[in-house]
């Protein structure tokens, strides 16, 4: 998969690809390429912003720079522009985005670009979250970290399965090395060896994590079924 960041601020990227992601980019699993609007601008000074008509504070990105930038790319694939005003990034979103064999990312800066060059190019505007921050390249590569995580061969499919709203809940607690911590003990069940009765306690556990933290989570039809197995199991 093939991701293409329009941003001021290419830089801001290196940390996104290491680790995991680092890994997948070596294998050719996916490919970020870095496009600097900065390098589209005519102005000598290499300017991409100005002030806004009708007034107000801030400054405002160019259409004609980011218009340019665009026009650069050789595929022209669907557009996410990184918006507080955007549908919010969840699980459906994520999965229904790595279908996708390519997305350019445009990343806002200042108080935003000028409304018609987003006409003209987004096909789509999308939050991390009903906040503002100073830029769309955080929420960028929020978007390049959960979706390239469903890109086959990026990560293993069993583990996949067992994340965190996959299935409509929250994972399991997790455990490890000592068997003893701070007089707290990993569960008896865990290093019992029997995988049937350690995936039954696990999924238990999780729709009881999922009822604590994110109840909203059970208000679907599977959700309640969760419930239900846990109420049965307690009558």
Request: charged share 30%.
């Amino acid at each position: 998969m093939k991701f293409q960041v329009l941003t001021l601020f290419p830089e801001m990227f290196e940390a996104v690809q290491k680790s995991v992601l680092g890994k997948a980019i070596e294998k050719g699993l996916i490919e970020i390429d870095l496009i600097n609007i900065r390098d589209f601008s005519k102005d000598k000074h290499k300017k991409v912003d100005d002030t806004p008509y009708g007034g107000g504070a801030g400054m405002v990105m160019k259409p004609d720079v980011v218009y340019d930038a665009y026009q650069s790319l050789q595929t022209k694939a669907k557009v996410i522009y990184l918006s507080p005003q955007g549908k919010v990034l969840d699980q459906n979103k994520v999965v229904e985005l790595s279908k996708e064999k390519e997305l350019i990312l445009l990343c806002g800066h200042y108080e935003g670009i000028d409304q018609r060059v987003l006409d003209k190019i987004v096909d789509e505007e999308v939050s991390i979250g009903d906040y503002v921050l100073t830029g769309g390249e955080i929420p960028a590569m929020v978007l390049i970290d959960t979706v390239a995580r469903y890109v086959k061969g990026v990560l293993n499919e069993e583990s996949i399965k067992e994340e965190s709203f996959t299935n409509g809940l929250l994972e399991y607690p997790q455990y490890t090395k000592p068997e003893i911590f701070q007089d707290m003990a990993v569960p008896e069940i865990l290093k019992s060896g029997h995988h049937k009765k350690i995936n039954e306690w696990r999924r238990k556990e999780a729709i009881k994590n999922t009822y604590r933290k994110k109840p909203n989570l059970l208000e679907t039809e599977m959700g309640k079924q969760y419930l239900k197995e846990i109420e049965d199991e307690n009558k």
